[in-house]
């Protein structure tokens, strides 16, 4: 990553030297994080190798991604709790057309399913990769310390688990997630590197409540909150991850003073990521990242 003068460069490292887990550091600074999005979903089918790779030969500052748990308690890098036949084909190749929870596919199971052939339909853009598998979260973090992209020595990773409150058919409890996931970042050896977020806040409290030297990023949906640093607080997140048309500068300059980091999802496109660059955001998480990589150096912000 090149940065625009010697004093941005030294801010960046001191920033660095303190931690690089996103959510550790000191909140309203720049240069802007880029964040991939399951990758890079807007070029390369979403949370496969295929889309990380791409993503940190980009560049990027953090990959967002998703994790699920199977039946026998593995955790993998997918974004619906059920599979989804419009992004994979069934181990016989032919379209699903059930919705199989993960959760009661093994995960030998699931690594029968080819998630890169079939081209996610909202982004025409997007080149198929056939054969791409579901990988295990251990594999993405073996994949980004191999990386040898840019950024590849400080690269971060946006952690989500997903839940769905009122479906226990659909993962473990927040109590078990949050041992799962505790359990992965410990035994991943990049604790620093890693931020775990959730819509579910009881997952983060569990995290919180077992390690609270994990950061931690609250997502927050598509409502606006009367709040936003009462609901991050309240979860004991460092970060608020609001849906990027709500959030405003009030809201950012409220929450920078409380300490706490904000990081839109999912932006696209040069009118959006502008009008957040304006409100000063810390990080922008979005489907094309080399977009707005090229977008920022185009400003001089990069």
């Known amino acids: 990553m090149s940065l625009r003068t010697p004093a941005i460069l030294a ?178 050896g990049f604790a620093d590197r890693i931020t775990l977020q959730s819509f579910d806040h009881r997952v983060l409290t569990a995290v919180r409540a077992l390690d609270p030297t994990i950061a931690l990023s609250a997502l927050v949906g598509e409502n606006r909150l009367a709040d936003p640093v009462a609901v991050a607080k309240a979860a004991g997140a460092g970060v608020l991850a609001p849906h990027h048309e709500w959030i405003d500068a009030i809201d950012v300059r409220a929450l920078h003073a409380a300490g706490i980091r904000v990081l839109p999802w999912t932006a696209n496109g040069a009118a959006a990521w502008d009008r957040l660059l304006d409100l000063g955001v810390d990080g922008i998480i979005t489907d094309d990242p080399t977009g707005l990589i090229g977008h920022l150096r185009g400003k001089g912000l990069r």
């Open 11 to 188: 801010m960046a490292g001191a920033l660095l030297a303190t931690s690089t887990a996103i959510g550790a550091d000191t909140p309203g600074r720049t240069p802007v994080l880029v964040i991939g999005h399951r990758g890079a979903r807007a070029v390369r089918p979403e949370n496969t190798p295929a889309a990380f790779a791409y993503a940190l030969q980009a560049g990027v500052d953090a990959i967002e991604l998703d994790l699920a748990v199977t039946r026998d308690d593995r955790l993998v890098v997918v974004h619906d709790p059920q599979v989804n036949g419009d992004l994979c084909l069934g181990p016989d190749g032919k379209r699903i057309t059930e919705r199989t929870a993960i959760r009661a596919l093994t995960l030998a199971e699931v690594r029968r399913l080819d998630c890169g052939t079939l081209r996610n339909p909202r982004f025409p853009d997007q080149v198929p990769v056939p054969g791409q598998r579901i990988p295990t979260f251990e594999e993405v973090i073996a994949l980004v310390r191999g990386a040898t992209g840019p950024t590849a020595a400080t690269v971060r990773l946006l952690v989500e688990m997903k839940t769905v409150p009122g479906r226990p058919d659909l993962g473990p409890p927040p109590d078990r997630l949050a041992e799962l996931l505790v359990a992965a970042v410990r035994a991943s």
